[in-house]
Protein backbone atom coordinates (compact mmCIF):
# COMPACT_ATOMS: atom_id res chain seq x y z
CA UNK A 1 0.00 0.00 0.00
CA UNK A 2 1.59 3.06 -1.14
CA UNK A 3 2.29 6.04 1.66
CA UNK A 4 0.97 9.33 1.58
CA UNK A 5 3.00 11.55 4.10
CA UNK A 6 2.54 15.56 4.49
CA UNK A 7 4.15 18.24 6.42
CA UNK A 8 3.77 21.48 7.36
CA UNK A 9 6.73 23.45 8.82
CA UNK A 10 5.78 27.09 9.73
CA UNK A 11 8.49 29.41 10.86
CA UNK A 12 7.87 32.98 12.69
CA UNK A 13 9.40 35.78 14.67
CA UNK A 14 8.29 35.75 18.45
CA UNK A 15 10.57 38.39 20.49
CA UNK A 16 13.82 38.40 18.23
CA UNK A 17 13.60 33.97 18.33
CA UNK A 18 12.56 32.30 15.21
CA UNK A 19 10.12 29.65 16.53
CA UNK A 20 9.37 26.44 14.41
CA UNK A 21 6.06 24.89 14.64
CA UNK A 22 4.99 21.56 12.39
CA UNK A 23 2.00 19.12 11.69
CA UNK A 24 2.55 15.84 9.71
CA UNK A 25 0.60 12.84 8.85
CA UNK A 26 2.30 9.79 7.66
CA UNK A 27 5.93 8.99 8.16
CA UNK A 28 7.48 12.06 7.79
CA UNK A 29 8.86 13.93 10.97
CA UNK A 30 10.67 16.90 12.06
CA UNK A 31 13.10 16.51 14.86
CA UNK A 32 13.57 19.21 17.93
CA UNK A 33 14.15 22.73 16.86
CA UNK A 34 18.06 23.58 17.71
CA UNK A 35 19.65 26.81 18.10
CA UNK A 36 23.38 26.47 17.26
CA UNK A 37 23.69 29.96 16.24
CA UNK A 38 21.40 31.96 18.92
CA UNK A 39 17.96 32.48 18.99
CA UNK A 40 17.54 34.17 15.22
CA UNK A 41 17.70 31.38 13.19
CA UNK A 42 16.41 27.79 13.51
CA UNK A 43 17.78 24.90 12.66
CA UNK A 44 15.46 22.25 12.06
CA UNK A 45 15.88 18.41 10.59
CA UNK A 46 13.48 16.93 8.67
CA UNK A 47 13.19 12.96 8.54
CA UNK A 48 11.56 10.23 6.58
CA UNK A 49 12.11 7.24 8.95
CA UNK A 50 11.06 4.80 6.17
CA UNK A 51 14.51 5.99 4.51
CA UNK A 52 13.14 5.44 0.70
CA UNK A 53 10.09 5.54 -1.68
CA UNK A 54 8.69 2.73 -4.36
CA UNK A 55 6.19 3.51 -6.89
CA UNK A 56 2.81 5.79 -5.49
CA UNK A 57 4.54 7.04 -2.59
CA UNK A 58 4.38 10.56 -1.93
CA UNK A 59 6.23 13.25 0.15
CA UNK A 60 4.06 16.73 0.18
CA UNK A 61 6.09 18.99 2.57
CA UNK A 62 5.04 22.81 2.79
CA UNK A 63 7.50 25.83 4.41
CA UNK A 64 6.29 28.93 5.49
CA UNK A 65 8.83 31.14 6.54
CA UNK A 66 6.95 34.44 8.07
CA UNK A 67 8.48 38.01 8.04
CA UNK A 68 11.92 38.34 9.50
CA UNK A 69 12.33 34.95 10.56
CA UNK A 70 15.31 32.62 9.53
CA UNK A 71 14.95 28.90 9.06
CA UNK A 72 17.96 26.52 8.35
CA UNK A 73 16.43 22.84 7.09
CA UNK A 74 18.20 19.77 6.29
CA UNK A 75 18.20 15.84 6.02
CA UNK A 76 20.09 13.41 8.44
CA UNK A 77 20.60 11.03 5.09
CA UNK A 78 20.10 11.00 1.46
CA UNK A 79 16.38 10.63 0.53
CA UNK A 80 15.49 7.37 -1.77
CA UNK A 81 13.50 6.24 -5.36
CA UNK A 82 13.43 2.70 -5.01
CA UNK A 83 12.01 0.62 -8.13
CA UNK A 84 8.75 1.37 -9.58
CA UNK A 85 6.33 -1.77 -10.81
CA UNK A 86 4.62 1.15 -12.98
CA UNK A 87 3.32 4.29 -10.53
CA UNK A 88 5.63 7.17 -10.05
CA UNK A 89 7.02 8.11 -6.28
CA UNK A 90 6.65 12.00 -5.71
CA UNK A 91 8.70 14.01 -3.48
CA UNK A 92 7.60 17.73 -3.81
CA UNK A 93 8.39 20.65 -1.59
CA UNK A 94 6.75 24.04 -1.79
CA UNK A 95 8.64 26.97 -0.17
CA UNK A 96 7.46 30.31 0.88
CA UNK A 97 8.94 33.02 2.39
CA UNK A 98 7.10 36.33 3.41
CA UNK A 99 8.39 39.59 3.26
CA UNK A 100 12.22 39.92 5.31
CA UNK A 101 12.20 36.05 5.51
CA UNK A 102 15.28 33.76 5.08
CA UNK A 103 15.62 30.20 4.32
CA UNK A 104 18.23 27.36 3.63
CA UNK A 105 17.43 24.29 1.84
CA UNK A 106 19.79 22.03 2.52
CA UNK A 107 18.76 18.22 2.21
CA UNK A 108 21.33 15.85 1.27
CA UNK A 109 21.10 14.28 -1.63
CA UNK A 110 18.43 11.50 -3.30
CA UNK A 111 19.33 8.48 -4.99
CA UNK A 112 17.38 7.54 -7.95
CA UNK A 113 17.76 3.37 -7.62
CA UNK A 114 17.69 1.72 -11.18
CA UNK A 115 14.26 1.00 -12.42
CA UNK A 116 12.52 4.14 -10.39
CA UNK A 117 9.88 6.00 -11.26
CA UNK A 118 10.50 9.24 -9.80
CA UNK A 119 9.55 13.12 -9.28
CA UNK A 120 11.37 15.39 -7.83
CA UNK A 121 10.30 19.22 -7.30
CA UNK A 122 10.59 22.31 -5.67
CA UNK A 123 8.86 25.39 -5.73
CA UNK A 124 9.50 28.29 -4.44
CA UNK A 125 7.49 31.46 -3.32
CA UNK A 126 9.24 34.82 -2.65
CA UNK A 127 8.05 37.73 -1.77
CA UNK A 128 9.54 40.72 -2.15
CA UNK A 129 12.45 40.74 -0.12
CA UNK A 130 12.74 37.31 0.90
CA UNK A 131 15.86 35.86 0.14
CA UNK A 132 16.95 31.97 0.27
CA UNK A 133 19.84 29.45 -0.23
CA UNK A 134 19.33 25.87 -1.53
CA UNK A 135 20.47 23.00 -2.84
CA UNK A 136 19.10 19.75 -4.85
CA UNK A 137 22.00 16.79 -5.29
CA UNK A 138 20.62 13.84 -7.65
CA UNK A 139 22.83 10.78 -7.97
CA UNK A 140 22.02 7.88 -10.65
CA UNK A 141 21.94 4.58 -9.55
CA UNK A 142 24.87 3.05 -6.99
CA UNK A 143 28.41 3.47 -8.51
CA UNK A 144 30.19 1.94 -5.68
CA UNK A 145 28.00 -0.83 -4.94
CA UNK A 146 28.27 -1.28 -8.99
CA UNK A 147 24.29 -0.95 -9.09
CA UNK A 148 24.40 1.51 -12.36
CA UNK A 149 21.05 3.14 -12.90
CA UNK A 150 20.38 0.99 -16.30
CA UNK A 151 16.28 1.76 -16.37
CA UNK A 152 14.42 4.03 -15.17
CA UNK A 153 12.86 7.45 -15.16
CA UNK A 154 13.84 10.46 -12.66
CA UNK A 155 12.06 14.45 -13.51
CA UNK A 156 13.92 16.99 -11.74
CA UNK A 157 11.50 20.30 -11.02
CA UNK A 158 13.02 23.60 -9.96
CA UNK A 159 11.16 26.42 -9.79
CA UNK A 160 10.67 30.21 -8.64
CA UNK A 161 7.49 31.13 -9.54
CA UNK A 162 6.90 33.53 -12.55
CA UNK A 163 11.49 33.57 -12.80
CA UNK A 164 13.51 30.99 -12.82
CA UNK A 165 12.06 27.07 -13.73
CA UNK A 166 14.38 24.45 -14.70
CA UNK A 167 12.65 21.15 -15.38
CA UNK A 168 14.82 18.10 -16.83
CA UNK A 169 13.07 14.45 -17.93
CA UNK A 170 16.13 11.97 -16.94
CA UNK A 171 15.64 8.46 -19.04
CA UNK A 172 18.41 5.52 -18.44
CA UNK A 173 17.58 4.53 -21.80
CA UNK A 174 18.50 7.74 -23.24
CA UNK A 175 21.96 7.34 -24.40
CA UNK A 176 22.15 10.55 -25.96
CA UNK A 177 21.34 12.16 -22.50
CA UNK A 178 23.37 9.70 -20.24
CA UNK A 179 26.79 9.68 -21.88
CA UNK A 180 26.42 12.40 -25.13
CA UNK A 181 28.76 15.29 -24.28
CA UNK A 182 25.70 17.64 -24.21
CA UNK A 183 24.29 15.62 -21.65
CA UNK A 184 25.28 14.47 -18.96
CA UNK A 185 28.57 12.86 -20.58
CA UNK A 186 28.46 9.62 -18.02
CA UNK A 187 28.34 11.74 -14.75
CA UNK A 188 25.88 10.11 -12.57
CA UNK A 189 25.69 12.93 -9.98
CA UNK A 190 23.92 16.74 -10.58
CA UNK A 191 23.70 19.41 -8.23
CA UNK A 192 22.35 22.77 -8.67
CA UNK A 193 23.12 25.18 -5.64
CA UNK A 194 20.53 28.56 -6.11
CA UNK A 195 20.21 32.28 -4.37
CA UNK A 196 16.96 33.02 -4.64
CA UNK A 197 15.67 36.66 -3.98
CA UNK A 198 11.88 37.86 -4.20
CA UNK A 199 13.31 41.33 -5.34
CA UNK A 200 16.16 41.86 -7.95
CA UNK A 201 19.23 40.96 -6.52
CA UNK A 202 21.43 44.42 -6.91
CA UNK A 203 24.29 43.83 -9.79
CA UNK A 204 26.81 44.41 -6.61
CA UNK A 205 26.02 41.72 -5.02
CA UNK A 206 25.02 39.26 -7.99
CA UNK A 207 28.44 40.06 -9.58
CA UNK A 208 30.18 39.60 -6.16
CA UNK A 209 28.15 35.90 -5.63
CA UNK A 210 29.38 34.71 -8.84
CA UNK A 211 32.87 35.61 -7.92
CA UNK A 212 32.87 34.22 -4.83
CA UNK A 213 31.44 30.59 -6.95
CA UNK A 214 33.84 31.05 -9.46
CA UNK A 215 37.04 31.42 -6.96
CA UNK A 216 35.41 27.98 -5.13
CA UNK A 217 35.30 25.72 -9.21
CA UNK A 218 39.18 27.21 -9.66
CA UNK A 219 39.88 26.14 -6.29
CA UNK A 220 38.17 22.62 -6.36
CA UNK A 221 40.54 19.99 -7.05
CA UNK A 222 37.94 16.78 -7.84
CA UNK A 223 37.09 15.72 -11.21
CA UNK A 224 33.92 18.01 -11.80
CA UNK A 225 32.15 19.79 -14.69
CA UNK A 226 30.46 22.67 -13.28
CA UNK A 227 29.12 26.81 -13.54
CA UNK A 228 28.01 29.52 -12.11
CA UNK A 229 25.39 31.49 -14.00
CA UNK A 230 22.88 34.53 -13.18
CA UNK A 231 19.67 33.27 -15.03
CA UNK A 232 17.55 36.28 -14.48
CA UNK A 233 17.36 38.89 -12.38
CA UNK A 234 15.68 37.24 -9.31
CA UNK A 235 18.40 34.26 -8.78
CA UNK A 236 21.63 32.77 -9.14
CA UNK A 237 22.76 29.28 -10.09
CA UNK A 238 25.93 26.47 -9.65
CA UNK A 239 25.58 23.57 -11.78
CA UNK A 240 27.68 20.85 -10.94
CA UNK A 241 28.15 17.42 -12.50
CA UNK A 242 30.30 14.51 -11.05
CA UNK A 243 30.85 10.90 -11.29
CA UNK A 244 30.32 10.81 -7.96
CA UNK A 245 27.84 12.56 -4.55
CA UNK A 246 31.18 13.41 -2.69
CA UNK A 247 33.29 16.08 -4.74
CA UNK A 248 29.46 17.86 -5.82
CA UNK A 249 28.41 18.01 -2.36
CA UNK A 250 31.39 19.56 -1.39
CA UNK A 251 31.58 22.25 -4.08
CA UNK A 252 28.45 23.30 -2.80
CA UNK A 253 29.48 23.41 0.76
CA UNK A 254 32.25 25.20 -0.19
CA UNK A 255 30.25 28.11 -2.32
CA UNK A 256 27.08 28.03 0.16
CA UNK A 257 29.83 29.00 3.21
CA UNK A 258 31.17 31.76 1.16
CA UNK A 259 27.97 33.66 0.13
CA UNK A 260 26.72 33.36 3.79
CA UNK A 261 29.04 36.02 5.19
CA UNK A 262 29.24 38.06 1.60
CA UNK A 263 25.71 37.90 0.86
CA UNK A 264 23.72 37.88 4.73
CA UNK A 265 26.82 38.80 6.44
CA UNK A 266 26.30 35.11 8.74
CA UNK A 267 29.66 33.21 9.78
CA UNK A 268 30.04 29.88 7.18
CA UNK A 269 28.28 27.17 9.18
CA UNK A 270 27.81 23.27 8.81
CA UNK A 271 25.60 21.10 9.80
CA UNK A 272 27.28 18.55 11.97
CA UNK A 273 24.91 16.24 10.08
CA UNK A 274 26.92 16.60 7.00
CA UNK A 275 30.11 15.00 8.73
CA UNK A 276 28.15 11.58 10.12
Not at 169 to 174: E, T, Y
Request: charged share 20%.
Amino acid sequence: MPWHARLRLDYSREGGRTVARHAHEGPLRILQTLYPEGDAIAHNVLVHPPSGLVGGDTLDIAVHVREGSHGFVTTPGAARFYRSEGEPAMQRAHLRLDTGARLEWLPLEALAYSGCIAENRIELDLAPGAEMMGWDIAALGLPAAEQPFKQGLLLQHLELEGQWLERGRIDANDARLMDGPLGLAGRRCLATLFFASGSDIADARREQALELANEALAACDAVVSAGATAPGPRVIVVRVLADVVEPAMNLLKAIHAAWRPALWDQPAIASRLWAL
